[in-house]
């Protein structure tokens, strides 16, 4: 095979396996959400209620895309590509399997903050060309997390940088075949597990949507395949934040009889399991505790660990 | 933090328990005998309606849903000659069991009354009226009444004594 059918097939495979992956995600979540609420969630349609997406893809294609009269058009249908977008595009630099990957940037870390930082505008536009004073404090809300959750969440990578000394995650993979960073950067785990949540957007950090406060937050105003978009932006998040953290702190592909993309997924799908019991058991903290509880605590326990994580690296390497 | 994580542990647990959902098409819920459905006109022991067209079920009706038109046979026995109940304005209260004095109309345990048609909510009679006696099996109102029907002569209901005829009492 040549290296640029490789290519395309590595960038066309991921994202329908993405796409596929954050579609099933719907049906796994509420399944799941029953199974810890002594329910049994969507179990109707096809084989243990699978088909549930279908039907949700269908009722989602040919409901009516309404776009207000009072909305600022070309950013109302804007903002749901954006979150879509940066999602698939920090997809990019994850390493799925050794040969299994799209690009591999030396910076591919600085990538996916990057890209993950940029979907906020999303929210924030969509919030704002919604013209709803829900869907606005939804975008408020976005970001005054975003500005809660993005200082703390860059530093408590960086004690992982600093072991495997580089950028590039599949260096990142490589330096963990002796030890998992889950143990050395136990405190960079916990604060960068706090930060995804809240990158993702997800229950309990869910505050921009908020749907029993906010109707839907942001996406109130949004009907269709626009509001699919989101939809999508979402699942995608969560599997884009368990991949990072997989690949940053519990060894990506590498483990032992299975092969790599086998441990790769059963580790993904563990931590979205996590991710799905955080929604089904944690209540939503304020805005203002979160932000707090950001600067107050995240923030402090980040630095602390990096001065740790530096010294003790300074004392080994002498 | 170590609350949530207690909180956490705990829902996690859940997975093991017994489900609630009664899955209902495949699984039918149990429906106590009370419960307020589907109405019925039930006939009493001897196979004639109990229905004695007195109206007040349509009285008592709050929505008023149930119409209806009184008549006679020829032994003077009063029935009706429709009965209606629209159903797609029943609030199924149970008002017109309570007010009904001869236990004609009942609420039964049915609630599975969905239709595509508006207009097939709206029973008449001969879906109404049922062969048994519903949930009172031995009432029988004219045989408790004082009224002479056809079968029953004045003074044959239970515990009535037979008229007296006073003019056998004069001196």
Same mark, same amino acid.
């Given at each position: 095979?040549?290296?640029?059918?490789?290519?395309?097939?590595?960038?066309?495979?991921?994202?329908?396996?993405?796409?596929?992956?954050?579609?099933?995600?719907?049906?796994?979540?509420?399944?799941?959400?029953?199974?810890?609420?002594?329910?049994?969630?969507?179990?109707?349609?096809?084989?243990?209620?699978?088909?549930?997406?279908?039907?949700?893809?269908?009722?989602?294609?040919?409901?009516?895309?309404?776009?207000?009269?009072?909305?600022?058009?070309?950013?109302?249908?804007?903002?749901?590509?954006?979150?879509?977008?940066?999602?698939?595009?920090?997809?990019?630099?994850?390493?799925?399997?050794?040969?299994?990957?799209?690009?591999?940037?030396?910076?591919?870390?600085?990538?996916?903050?990057?890209?993950?930082?940029?979907?906020?505008?999303?929210?924030?536009?969509?919030?704002?060309?919604?013209?709803?004073?829900?869907?606005?404090?939804?975008?408020?809300?976005?970001?005054?997390?975003?500005?809660?959750?993005?200082?703390?969440?860059?530093?408590?990578?960086?004690?992982?940088?600093?072991?495997?000394?580089?950028?590039?995650?599949?260096?990142?993979?490589?330096?963990?075949?002796?030890?998992?960073?889950?143990?050395?950067?136990?405190?960079?785990?916990?604060?960068?597990?706090?930060?995804?949540?809240?990158?993702?957007?997800?229950?309990?950090?869910?505050?921009?949507?908020?749907?029993?406060?906010?109707?839907?937050?942001?996406?109130?105003?949004?009907?269709?395949?626009?509001?699919?978009?989101?939809?999508?932006?979402?699942?995608?998040?969560?599997?884009?934040?368990?991949?990072?953290?997989?690949?940053?702190?519990?060894?990506?592909?590498?483990?032992?009889?299975?092969?790599?993309?086998?441990?790769?997924?059963?580790?993904?799908?563990?931590?979205?399991?996590?991710?799905?019991?955080?929604?089904?058991?944690?209540?939503?903290?304020?805005?203002?505790?979160?932000?707090?509880?950001?600067?107050?605590?995240?923030?402090?326990?980040?630095?602390?660990?990096?001065?740790?994580?530096?010294?003790?690296?300074?004392?080994?390497?002498? | 933090?170590?609350?949530?994580?207690?909180?956490?542990?705990?829902?996690?647990?859940?997975?093991?328990?017994?489900?609630?959902?009664?899955?209902?098409?495949?699984?039918?819920?149990?429906?106590?005998?009370?419960?307020?459905? @589907? #109405?019925?006109? *039930? &006939?009493?022991?001897?196979?004639?309606?109990?229905?004695? +067209? !007195?109206?007040?079920? =349509?009285?008592?009706?709050?929505?008023?849903?149930?119409?209806?038109?009184?008549?006679?046979?020829?032994?003077?026995?009063?029935?009706?000659?429709?009965? @209606? #109940?629209?159903? *797609? &304005?029943?609030?199924?209260?149970?008002?017109?069991?309570? +007010? !009904?004095?001869?236990? =004609?109309?009942?609420?039964?345990?049915?609630?599975?009354?969905?239709?595509?048609?508006?207009?097939?909510?709206?029973?008449?009679?001969?879906?109404?009226?049922?062969?048994?006696?519903?949930?009172?099996?031995?009432?029988?109102?004219?045989?408790? +009444?004082?009224?002479?029907?056809?079968?029953?002569?004045?003074?044959?209901?239970?515990?009535?004594?037979?008229?007296?005829?006073?003019?056998?009492?004069?001196?």
């Amino acid at each position: 095979m040549s290296e640029l059918a490789r290519n395309w097939s590595n960038v066309i495979g991921i994202l329908i396996v993405v796409f596929g992956f954050a579609a099933l995600l719907s049906w796994i979540e509420r399944r799941l959400l029953g199974v810890w609420q002594d329910r049994y969630g969507p179990n109707r349609v096809g084989p243990f209620g699978v088909l549930q997406i279908v039907a949700d893809a269908i009722k989602l294609l040919t409901k009516e895309d309404w776009i207000p009269p009072f909305a600022d058009k070309a950013v109302f249908v804007l903002a749901p590509a954006v979150i879509a977008v940066t999602t698939l595009l920090a997809f990019a630099v994850v390493p799925i399997a050794p040969g299994i990957g799209v690009v591999d940037l030396n910076i591919g870390l600085l990538f996916f903050l990057a890209m993950s930082s940029l979907g906020v505008y999303s929210i924030v536009l969509g919030g704002w060309a919604s013209n709803n004073k829900y869907s606005l404090l939804g975008g408020f809300r976005a970001a005054a997390q975003m500005l809660s959750y993005e200082v703390f969440m860059g530093l408590s990578l960086m004690g992982v940088v600093m072991l495997a000394g580089s950028f590039n995650l599949r260096d990142i993979v490589h330096a963990q075949e002796n030890l998992w960073f889950c143990i050395p950067q136990i405190l960079g785990l916990a604060t960068f597990t706090v930060a995804g949540i809240a990158e993702a957007r997800r229950l309990p950090f869910d505050l921009p949507e908020a749907e029993n406060e906010l109707v839907a937050g942001f996406h109130t105003e949004y009907s269709g395949m626009k509001f699919g978009l989101f939809f999508i932006g979402e699942y995608v998040g969560i599997i884009l934040v368990s991949a990072m953290m997989v690949t940053l702190f519990f060894g990506g592909w590498l483990g032992p009889l299975l092969p790599p993309l086998m441990w790769f997924l059963l580790k993904t799908s563990v931590v979205i399991g996590f991710f799905i019991l955080l929604r089904a058991s944690l209540p939503r903290p304020r805005y203002d505790q979160l932000m707090a509880y950001g600067w107050k605590v995240m923030l402090p326990l980040t630095l602390v660990n990096l001065l740790v994580t530096g010294a003790i690296v300074l004392a080994l390497e002498s | 933090m170590w609350n949530s994580l207690k909180t956490m542990w705990i829902i996690f647990l859940h997975m093991f328990r017994r489900r609630e959902t009664i899955q209902y098409p495949d699984e039918k819920p149990f429906i106590p005998p009370r419960w307020r459905g @589907r #109405i019925i006109l *039930s &006939r009493d022991p001897d196979g004639e309606e109990r229905c004695v +067209a !007195c109206y007040l079920c =349509a009285a008592a009706c709050p929505v008023d849903c149930i119409a209806l038109q009184a008549t006679e046979d020829e032994h003077g026995r009063r029935y009706p000659s429709f009965f @209606r #109940i629209n159903f *797609s &304005r029943c609030i199924f209260c149970g008002f017109c069991e309570e +007010a !009904c004095p001869t236990d =004609a109309i009942q609420l039964t345990p049915d609630f599975e009354m969905g239709e595509y048609d508006r207009k097939n909510l709206v029973y008449e009679k001969e879906d109404l009226l049922i062969d048994g006696t519903g949930k009172y099996p031995d009432y029988n109102f004219y045989r408790v +009444a004082g009224l002479a029907i056809k079968g029953k002569n004045k003074g044959d209901a239970e515990n009535e004594t037979p008229p007296v005829d006073l003019h056998s009492l004069l001196p």
